[in-house]
């Protein structure tokens, strides 16, 4: 229980003023507690059914989740690849959108309703390897900003700028590397058997940036609607993300 282990370091570290006897027992061991948040983000089940496993009561959970979700991030902070280092190494890479859903909520009614998805979401820009390796997780933006707009505005075409690196049609006029599309060529719209081989060997390839989302997406609190408070959902994917990180670099240690 690595993760765990961590959060208890950074618990011990802290001063603890009620420290000492008396005060109520707590009803969860840390072990229990994180366990409780781990299957939040995992499996997106409601905390009222949590409680009822646990025999305790949905706003225990609740405090419990908020109460280990930045010890989490804390935990993990090291884990994320550092993206510089992937670039000096040389590594190709591949990039790509993809969109969690929300709820149809105030802040989200305008800005979050992407016309191509039919249906309110934040987009987040992914840079994974040719083996389909995460290597950057961006922070989420509004779901009707389209990929070329979004791969500017979090600053992920700055950080590739100097670097090759694949993409689809989404990214027509940055500097990666892009399908060909129907009418490039002047005086055909067709394309000629050259293109087609292309299109089809850079298909292969960015497949793996669909590896890395699925990868990403098995936290079903991502996958799924997002059913909690709608201006913590960045804090949620940097969590998962970390998490997702610590579970390709642990090779499958399990948390």
């Not at 930045?70 to 510089?84: G, R, W």
């Not at 309110?120 to 070329?148: F, K, S, W």
């Not at 979004?150 to 700055?158: K, R």
């Not at 500097?175 to 719209?189: A, D, E, L, N």
Request: aromatic residues 6%; positive net charge.
């Amino acid at each position: 229980m690595e993760l765990q282990n961590r959060i208890q370091q950074i618990l011990d570290s802290r001063p603890n003023p009620h420290k000492g006897p008396g005060g109520r027992p707590k009803v969860l061991n840390l072990h229990q507690q994180l366990r409780i948040v781990l299957h939040l983000l995992r499996h997106n089940v409601r905390q009222a059914f949590i409680a009822d496993q646990y025999d305790i009561s949905q706003p225990t959970v609740s405090r419990i989740y908020r109460k280990i979700m930045p010890l989490i991030s804390m935990a993990l902070a090291l884990e994320a690849p550092d993206l510089k280092e992937a670039l000096a190494r040389g590594e190709s890479l591949i990039v790509d959108g993809t969109d969690v859903r929300v709820r149809k909520h105030r802040p989200a009614i305008k800005t979050h309703y992407s016309g191509k998805k039919k249906w309110h979401c934040v987009n987040i820009q992914v840079v994974t390897t040719l083996a389909g390796r995460a290597l950057y997780i961006g922070e989420p933006v509004p779901g009707r900003m389209h990929d070329r707009v979004a791969f500017t505005h979090t600053g992920v075409e700055q950080l590739l700028t100097e670097s090759p690196y694949l993409a689809d049609l989404g990214y027509q006029g940055t500097s990666g590397m892009i399908p060909y599309k129907k009418g490039h060529r002047p005086g055909t719209g067709e394309l000629i058997e050259h293109d087609q081989l292309f299109n089809k060997e850079l298909s292969k390839h960015r497949a793996a940036v669909e590896r890395g989302n699925a990868h990403l997406k098995n936290w079903k609190i991502l996958a799924e609607v997002y059913r909690g408070v709608f201006h913590e959902l960045p804090a949620v994917i940097r969590s998962v993300s970390l998490l997702e990180f610590f579970r390709d670099n642990a090779s499958g240690t399990k948390y």
